[in-house]
């Protein structure tokens, strides 16, 4: 709900300057006209109260273009309170040049239209009434142009119908102009929301997937430890050396295990940075690898540093099994070869991961981020959960296919 009002106060902010731009066409048409009525047809006008009117549509332009650029929030109600203005100012204009036998009052329509496109139906109903009782007024309250006379009745006819053609062309244009305008930004609002429900879906997808894995640590602790026992109890018998030796190495493997499980339940649940630490970046980076090279064992590990060493950087948990996560990808799809790059620059540290697979599908990567990204039978949770966690560091991750395998170059800030 906070979003789409936020959509919606922010849509207003672009139609306001819509608004604008109409008011500011409005301005120099009623000069032109005011004008080419005055010397050209030479019907005397009383100028000096429609200039005045002019000036007034001038002053309120400046001060909602002062309202566009420094006042984030524009309501409905702020919207209305301006086609308000909009439409006093031509039942003024109106008033002085002859009231409903004016052919420019049917202008009050096109208010009525952009009233109806811009705003509720409360507020559009609202100005419909206010058009019409200035219609009204305007039927029996206004100054005749007693220029008039000096016409034909055939001559003023001619000119009402010209004026009519001139009124409808101009209404037509503005109309079109401005529908456009503004269904382009209903277009681009509808775009942020659908973005907004991505980011919603993808939060409640790693909630859900956080639940999973806590309830998941929780179920494995028990026949962890349970296995943990049966192996001390072998210890203890005389085995044969290999034997022993695997033994020692299942048990390993098992406290790792609960290590990370341990690691799960104690990180369940925070979403924030709380317990994320700056640390230099050469010696986090060696120590991940090394531990990362003596669990995994790779084959052919290339690991290259270069850049400030002494750079700090904030390290937490769930960045680590992102980086982590993409390193066994690497290695999964070619075991041969891992080739690690770190680049420690002045205000991002960039991570380059290379193998020697068969590289992603080209129509894969332009789902990245998604729950079903993948370039095997898997879910790509690795690069899902990594681009998320990034996200909440200001971080991004980019795939690139090279000759042989691919790219993963991922930027995080240094701040």
């Not at 559009?124 to 005749?144: D, K, N, P, Q």
Request: charged share 20%; net charge neutral; glycine share 4%.
């Amino acid at each position: 709900m906070q979003n789409a009002t936020l959509h919606n106060l922010d849509v207003n902010r672009k139609n306001l300057l819509q608004l604008i731009v109409l008011r500011l066409i409005a301005i120099m048409g009623q000069v032109l006209t005011i004008l080419f009525v005055q010397h050209w047809l030479h019907i005397s006008l009383p100028a000096s109260e429609m200039f005045l009117v002019v000036a007034a549509l001038i002053a309120v332009n400046f001060i909602s273009f002062y309202r566009y650029k420094f006042q984030k929030n524009i309501s409905d109600k702020s919207l209305f309170l301006e086609l308000l203005f909009d439409v006093a100012a031509l039942a003024a204009q109106i008033y002085f040049s002859g009231g409903i036998s004016n052919p420019f009052i049917s202008l009050f329509l096109l208010q009525v239209i952009i009233a109806a496109i811009l705003l509720r139906a409360f507020y559009a109903w609202m100005l419909a009434a206010a058009t019409t009782s200035c219609y009204i007024f305007l039927s029996f309250y206004y100054r005749e142009l007693h220029a008039f006379h000096h016409h034909g009745e055939g001559d003023f006819l001619n000119m009402h119908l010209h004026g009519m053609l001139i009124s409808y062309v101009i209404a037509a244009i503005l109309l079109l102009v401005f529908v456009t305008k503004i269904r382009r930004n209903l277009k681009e609002g509808d775009e942020k929301i659908n973005v907004l429900q991505r980011q919603a879906l993808e939060k409640e997808r790693i909630v859900r997937m956080g639940l999973l894995a806590t309830g998941a640590a929780h179920e494995l602790g028990t026949p962890l430890s349970t296995i943990l026992v049966v192996l001390n109890d072998w210890q203890k018998m005389k085995l044969e050396k290999s034997m022993a030796e695997d033994v020692d190495l299942i048990e390993s493997q098992i406290i790792r295990c609960q290590k990370i499980i341990s690691e799960i339940l104690t990180s369940s649940g925070k979403d924030r940075l709380e317990n994320a630490k700056f640390a230099k970046v050469k010696n986090t980076f060696d120590d991940l690898l090394s531990e990362w090279k003596k669990s995994r064992k790779p084959q052919n590990l290339i690991y290259n540093f270069e850049g400030k060493s002494e750079s700090l950087m904030m390290f937490d948990s769930s960045l680590l099994q992102a980086l982590f996560n993409i390193f066994d990808n690497a290695l999964e799809a070619s075991e041969n070869f891992v080739l690690v790059a770190i680049f420690s620059l002045e205000k991002n540290v960039i991570i380059e991961v290379e193998d020697r697979g068969s590289g992603f599908d080209p129509e894969i990567l332009k789902e990245i981020g998604s729950l079903n990204l993948s370039r095997k039978n898997s879910s790509g949770l690795g690069i899902f959960l990594a681009i998320n966690v990034l996200k909440r560091l200001g971080g991004k991750l980019e795939i690139k296919n090279l000759e042989l395998g691919s790219r993963v170059i991922i930027t995080i800030p240094l701040t």
